[in-house]
């Protein structure tokens, strides 16, 4: 537990983007070698640096480090030192040039692409995508090859080629910005189309803009040095960072430093600008931050303070003992589930009550370490499957468990069902990940299962992909897929809330019939009294993370105890209620103040 | 499936209508007269008159663009001046030197950058991925071209162990084994850049579909580890992998330019730069065609491959 606060009121200090940006050691780094180079190049006119063109024919390709040339001579004896930070100028000054004018152009025809839309918009974006549709140098080479070679074409061309990255960005964040209030009201108040854009549209697309051209910076140095290196350029004796390594190509085996020097410069620069620019993009994309794009592990990450007991006497088919599970946010734990313990019979259901947050979904998948991880943290508690605590097992152990002893129906089928797999196959893998039978005996068994949940032409469905199917036949296979080990335990996660109620009642039917049939013991997750009473032999409601009330369904009913178990029971309508629904359940939550 | 791949190629045709109509314009960008320059002192009135005739070049833009297009439909690409042969000839010898190259940099690429992409996302920020991550950004800032000079440098001139230049060897080459001792520097160069970004976006990818809720359906079922991560997890990144290989394509088919200059490899890059050079515009019209039209094909190729991988797209 060292390095971890729980402190789930304070929220942290939020750290400038300036400061997350020099807190990441590479981005820093780029910007600091970045910032070097781009001085040197600037200061060239005032450094103490021989003139770059004047040929000396006696002094030619002399090493690195020779007496008046620190880095040598190249083969018309001209001080590579002086050519190296001149060609560095004109390598940052045609890039940016031409990054600018992409930037110009693109987004110019993004903006009015994105803000007219129809036609206009279907001509612009045609042409962007021709431009696209070709390898990216090779438009820029039939350009030069059309104007002539030479710096400042190889410059137009690069441009060109890099327009429709900034045309498409720009178009997409400027259809979204131009259905907002503040457009239309400009509009409404007879401000001409440009003056809209311009005004209104542009200052918020710029962000956008911004970013383009940092990311592509980089790459069109590159490919303006490359152009020079081929010598479609730069023109002797001007010399860019390309051309001085296309010239010294020819003595590479006798003087490679003229050769590898400016290619060192060209890579540096460009790594430097990329570090930057994935620094920039990494602080400006908020998923990066939140630990959202971490690859979440086989089992969620468990450091309990105390070791409980690994087996228990006489237990029944589930036991939770005081349960913690929290988020961790790097070295910041938010908890969400605070210490719940409740206790599972053979053929029971149990019915875990509460609104969205309030934690009962973190409890489900905990269960079987189930919860992502990183962030998710189990920091106490035991759960106890046939008198085993699960928590403690190797983790090959409790994968073996999972959808063997104890499965799980999740809430959404169509999100939960592999969409690239027929159903039929997803439910024989369930079958075929536990039990030693061969493939067609493990198809011919998911057929029968899905005819157990009551799909029809049970053979001819298990062909289907889940887009294929309703959202009732979804979740019958995640059912039947559930159902695949005769496991003691299912753990089923609000497994109606996406469905059409109709289709719910069927659900609930088959799985209230199921459990019947095969003495299975129910965890049934929802925010809806209505089923639990329909469904549950108990309930435990939760709020916040907390179990505030347990016991047999009927009594609770009955008789709450806690006010928050009150005002869920009162969100029930009852048929025919009407209007005085709300006017009933309306002050309950004032009182409150939720 | 038949049905799709049909609708793919008609959406290809306005697509490669297009590129001839940009190629076209683009030759239209010619500063000064063309008869002008082709006449140089002989550039009387009649003369000039005389040639823009002969040259088609006195009708409309449009007119002309029809004529040209109606050529090049029966294989006439014109011809070089330079080289006194057929464009088509010529193109179609350099792409094929091009394609052998492009295609291995493109497997390469593709097998290296998947590879690299899943190992470095399943172990996320442990030093599997730390050490791709590092190469990923030295690749991608590289120029090739440079890297090519070095390549060719040690491992040709300093340790001899592959030959620096060329297609085959001069004296006695000409099988396999020789082409392939050719191939392994420029395709491995052409590669570097390519198999960063298809590892970049692979690991971006496979963090995505790590996270989806038919992933914690996998590991609720019981699923090992390893089948989580390749049966499940792999083959849904793969469908948003390779579009990005279908653009790797266009990547690597430009960058032969530099690395078929760099390796004197007799391809159409080097072909379009001397071209470029001698001011030789039918054959660089007819090459840039040639592989822009190839690439268009090669990004169809793509669609229909995604589209044999998920089901959802056929529709």
Same mark, same amino acid.
């Given at each position: 537990m060292t390095g971890l606060t729980v402190s789930p009121s304070v929220p942290r200090k939020r750290r400038s983007n300036w400061q997350l940006l020099m807190a990441n050691r590479l981005a820093a780094a780029g910007l600091f070698l970045f910032g070097f180079i781009a001085l040197l190049a600037i200061l060239a006119p005032v450094l103490p640096l021989p003139n770059p063109d004047i040929t000396d024919q006696p002094n030619r390709l002399l090493p690195p480090l020779s007496d008046g040339h620190l880095l040598g001579t190249d083969h018309l004896g001209r001080d590579i030192l002086a050519r190296l930070i001149w060609g560095t100028q004109i390598s940052l000054i045609v890039g940016i040039s031409a990054t600018a004018l992409a930037a110009i152009f693109g987004s110019l025809i993004g903006l009015v692409a994105g803000y007219m839309r129809g036609a206009t918009d279907t001509v612009l974006m045609r042409f962007v995508d021709m431009l696209m549709a070709f390898p990216y140098i090779l438009?820029?080479?039939?350009?030069?090859?059309?104007?002539?070679?030479?710096?400042?074409?190889?410059?137009?061309?690069?441009?060109?080629?890099?327009?429709?990255?900034?045309?498409?960005?720009?178009?997409?964040?400027?259809?979204? $910005?131009?259905n907002r209030e503040f457009v239309e009201a400009a509009r409404l108040s007879g401000k001409s189309h440009p003056a809209i854009l311009f005004t209104e549209v542009l200052p918020n697309v710029l962000p956008v803009i911004v970013i383009t051209m940092s990311t592509t910076v980089g790459w069109m140095i590159l490919e303006t040095a490359g152009l020079s290196f081929l010598g479609l350029g730069a023109q002797p004796p001007t010399a860019d960072l390309g051309s001085m390594l296309g010239q010294a190509r020819a003595q590479l085996f006798t003087a490679p430093h003229a050769s590898i020097i400016p290619g060192v410069m060209i890579f540096a620069l460009v790594m430097s600008i990329n570090l930057?620019?994935?620094?920039?993009?990494?602080?400006?994309?908020?998923?990066?931050?939140? !630990?959202?794009?971490?690859?979440?592990?086989?089992?969620?990450?468990?450091?309990?303070?105390?070791?409980?007991?690994?087996?228990?006497?006489?237990?029944?088919?589930?036991?939770?003992?005081?349960?913690?599970?929290?988020?961790?946010?790097?070295?910041?734990?938010?908890?969400?589930?605070?210490?719940?313990?409740?206790?599972?019979?053979?053929?029971?259901?149990?019915?875990?009550?509460?609104?969205?947050?309030?934690?009962?979904?973190?409890?489900?998948?905990?269960?079987?370490? &189930?919860?992502?991880?990183?962030?998710?943290?189990?920091?106490?508690?035991?759960?106890?499957?046939?008198?085993?605590?699960?928590?403690?097992?190797?983790?090959?152990?409790?994968?073996?468990?999972?959808?063997?002893? @104890?499965?799980?129906?999740?809430?959404?089928?169509?999100?939960?069902?592999?969409?690239?797999?027929? $159903?039929?196959e997803q439910v024989a893998e369930a079958i075929l990940a536990h039990q030693a039978v061969g493939k067609s005996a493990a198809k011919t068994r998911a057929i029968a299962l899905m005819e157990t949940v009551g799909i029809r032409d049970a053979a001819e469905r298990s062909r289907a992909y889940p887009h294929e199917l309703s959202g009732g036949q979804r979740q019958r296979i995640g059912i039947a897929m559930a159902l695949a080990n005769d496991p003691d335990i299912i753990i089923a996660d609000e497994p109606t809330t996406a469905l059409d109620v109709t289709v719910q009642a069927r659900i609930l039917d088959l799985l209230q019939n199921l459990r019947r049939e095969r003495g299975l013991a129910l965890l049934l997750i929802t925010h809806d009294f209505g089923v639990v009473a329909q469904v549950c032999d108990r309930v435990a409601v939760m709020k916040n993370g907390e179990i505030v009330e347990q016991g047999v369904t009927d009594t609770i009913l009955r008789d709450p105890q806690h006010d928050y178990t009150k005002r869920l029971i009162a969100c029930v309508p009852e048929l025919g209620e009407g209007q005085r629904f709300l006017a009933r359940v309306r002050p309950l939550f004032e009182e409150a103040g939720a | 499936m038949t049905a799709y791949i049909g609708k793919r190629l008609l959406a290809a045709i306005p697509v490669i209508i297009g590129l001839s109509i940009i190629v076209f314009l683009v030759m239209k960008l010619i500063p000064g007269d063309p008869a002008q320059a082709l006449l140089g002192s002989y550039a009387t009135p009649e003369n000039v008159e005389r040639i823009n005739r002969a040259l088609g070049l006195d009708r409309s833009w449009p007119e002309q663009y029809v004529i040209w297009v109606g050529n090049l439909l029966h294989g006439d690409f014109g011809r070089s001046y330079i080289l006194n042969r057929p464009v088509l000839d010529e193109v179609l010898e350099r792409f094929s030197a091009t394609l052998i190259?492009?295609?291995?940099?493109?497997?390469?690429?593709?097998?290296?950058?998947?590879?690299?992409?899943?190992?470095?996302?399943?172990?996320?920020?442990?030093?599997?991925?730390?050490? @791709?991550?590092?190469? $990923?950004?030295?690749?991608?800032?590289?120029?090739?071209?440079?890297?090519?000079?070095?390549?060719?440098?040690?491992?040709?001139?300093?340790?001899?162990?592959?030959?620096?230049?060329?297609?085959?060897?001069?004296?006695?080459? !000409?099988?396999?084994?020789?082409?392939?001792?050719?191939?392994?520097?420029?395709?491995?160069?052409?590669?570097?850049?390519?198999?960063?970004?298809?590892?970049?976006?692979?690991?971006?990818?496979?963090?995505?579909? &790590?996270?989806?809720?038919? =992933?914690?359906?996998?590991?609720?079922?019981?699923?090992?580890? !390893?089948?989580?991560?390749?049966?499940?997890?792999?083959?849904?990144?793969?469908?948003?992998?390779?579009?990005?290989?279908? =653009?790797?394509?266009?990547?690597?088919?430009?960058?032969?330019?530099?690395?078929?200059?760099?390796?004197?490899?007799?391809?159409?890059?080097?072909?379009?730069?001397?071209?470029?050079?001698?001011?030789?515009?039918?054959?660089?019209? !007819?090459?840039?065609?040639?592989?822009?039209?190839?690439?268009?094909?090669?990004?169809?190729?793509?669609?229909?491959?995604?589209?044999?991988?998920?089901?959802?797209?056929?529709a």
């Amino acid at each position: 537990m060292t390095g971890l606060t729980v402190s789930p009121s304070v929220p942290r200090k939020r750290r400038s983007n300036w400061q997350l940006l020099m807190a990441n050691r590479l981005a820093a780094a780029g910007l600091f070698l970045f910032g070097f180079i781009a001085l040197l190049a600037i200061l060239a006119p005032v450094l103490p640096l021989p003139n770059p063109d004047i040929t000396d024919q006696p002094n030619r390709l002399l090493p690195p480090l020779s007496d008046g040339h620190l880095l040598g001579t190249d083969h018309l004896g001209r001080d590579i030192l002086a050519r190296l930070i001149w060609g560095t100028q004109i390598s940052l000054i045609v890039g940016i040039s031409a990054t600018a004018l992409a930037a110009i152009f693109g987004s110019l025809i993004g903006l009015v692409a994105g803000y007219m839309r129809g036609a206009t918009d279907t001509v612009l974006m045609r042409f962007v995508d021709m431009l696209m549709a070709f390898p990216y140098i090779l438009l820029a080479i039939a350009i030069v090859a059309a104007l002539g070679p030479g710096l400042l074409n190889a410059l137009y061309a690069i441009a060109i080629v890099n327009i429709p990255f900034f045309a498409r960005n720009i178009r997409g964040v400027t259809v979204s $910005v131009r259905n907002r209030e503040f457009v239309e009201a400009a509009r409404l108040s007879g401000k001409s189309h440009p003056a809209i854009l311009f005004t209104e549209v542009l200052p918020n697309v710029l962000p956008v803009i911004v970013i383009t051209m940092s990311t592509t910076v980089g790459w069109m140095i590159l490919e303006t040095a490359g152009l020079s290196f081929l010598g479609l350029g730069a023109q002797p004796p001007t010399a860019d960072l390309g051309s001085m390594l296309g010239q010294a190509r020819a003595q590479l085996f006798t003087a490679p430093h003229a050769s590898i020097i400016p290619g060192v410069m060209i890579f540096a620069l460009v790594m430097s600008i990329n570090l930057l620019g994935d620094g920039v993009r990494d602080v400006l994309d908020p998923r990066l931050r939140s !630990g959202a794009l971490d690859r979440p592990m086989a089992v969620t990450k468990i450091r309990r303070k105390a070791k409980p007991a690994p087996t228990i006497e006489n237990a029944p088919s589930l036991v939770v003992e005081h349960l913690t599970t929290g988020f961790d946010d790097g070295g910041h734990l938010t908890p969400a589930v605070k210490g719940i313990s409740f206790r599972l019979d053979k053929g029971e259901c149990l019915g875990l009550i509460g609104e969205s947050g309030s934690g009962k979904s973190v409890t489900a998948l905990s269960l079987m370490g &189930l919860v992502a991880s990183p962030p998710g943290l189990i920091t106490d508690g035991a759960v106890y499957i046939d008198g085993r605590d699960v928590l403690g097992l190797r983790e090959q152990e409790l994968i073996a468990l999972r959808g063997a002893r @104890v499965s799980y129906v999740f809430q959404d089928p169509l999100t939960t069902l592999h969409p690239l797999y027929r $159903v039929g196959e997803q439910v024989a893998e369930a079958i075929l990940a536990h039990q030693a039978v061969g493939k067609s005996a493990a198809k011919t068994r998911a057929i029968a299962l899905m005819e157990t949940v009551g799909i029809r032409d049970a053979a001819e469905r298990s062909r289907a992909y889940p887009h294929e199917l309703s959202g009732g036949q979804r979740q019958r296979i995640g059912i039947a897929m559930a159902l695949a080990n005769d496991p003691d335990i299912i753990i089923a996660d609000e497994p109606t809330t996406a469905l059409d109620v109709t289709v719910q009642a069927r659900i609930l039917d088959l799985l209230q019939n199921l459990r019947r049939e095969r003495g299975l013991a129910l965890l049934l997750i929802t925010h809806d009294f209505g089923v639990v009473a329909q469904v549950c032999d108990r309930v435990a409601v939760m709020k916040n993370g907390e179990i505030v009330e347990q016991g047999v369904t009927d009594t609770i009913l009955r008789d709450p105890q806690h006010d928050y178990t009150k005002r869920l029971i009162a969100c029930v309508p009852e048929l025919g209620e009407g209007q005085r629904f709300l006017a009933r359940v309306r002050p309950l939550f004032e009182e409150a103040g939720a | 499936m038949t049905a799709y791949i049909g609708k793919r190629l008609l959406a290809a045709i306005p697509v490669i209508i297009g590129l001839s109509i940009i190629v076209f314009l683009v030759m239209k960008l010619i500063p000064g007269d063309p008869a002008q320059a082709l006449l140089g002192s002989y550039a009387t009135p009649e003369n000039v008159e005389r040639i823009n005739r002969a040259l088609g070049l006195d009708r409309s833009w449009p007119e002309q663009y029809v004529i040209w297009v109606g050529n090049l439909l029966h294989g006439d690409f014109g011809r070089s001046y330079i080289l006194n042969r057929p464009v088509l000839d010529e193109v179609l010898e350099r792409f094929s030197a091009t394609l052998i190259l492009a295609g291995a940099a493109l497997l390469i690429c593709s097998v290296l950058g998947i590879l690299a992409g899943i190992v470095s996302a399943v172990r996320q920020f442990g030093w599997t991925d730390r050490i @791709v991550t590092f190469f $990923v950004l030295i690749g991608i800032s590289m120029p090739a071209f440079f890297l090519g000079l070095v390549f060719i440098l040690f491992f040709a001139v300093r340790w001899r162990l592959l030959p620096a230049s060329g297609m085959y060897a001069v004296y006695g080459g !000409g099988d396999l084994p020789d082409l392939v001792n050719h191939l392994i520097l420029p395709a491995g160069t052409l590669a570097i850049v390519a198999t960063g970004v298809v590892a970049r976006l692979t690991r971006a990818a496979m963090l995505e579909v &790590l996270r989806q809720d038919f =992933i914690r359906t996998a590991r609720a079922k019981g699923l090992k580890e !390893g089948v989580v991560i390749y049966r499940h997890a792999f083959r849904a990144a793969l469908v948003s992998v390779i579009p990005v290989i279908g =653009i790797q394509a266009g990547f690597v088919l430009g960058g032969a330019v530099y690395i078929e200059t760099v390796f004197q490899w007799p391809g159409l890059g080097q072909m379009l730069v001397k071209a470029v050079s001698t001011r030789d515009l039918l054959l660089v019209q !007819g090459g840039v065609l040639v592989a822009a039209t190839v690439y268009v094909l090669v990004n169809l190729l793509a669609d229909v491959a995604q589209a044999m991988l998920d089901p959802r797209l056929k529709a």
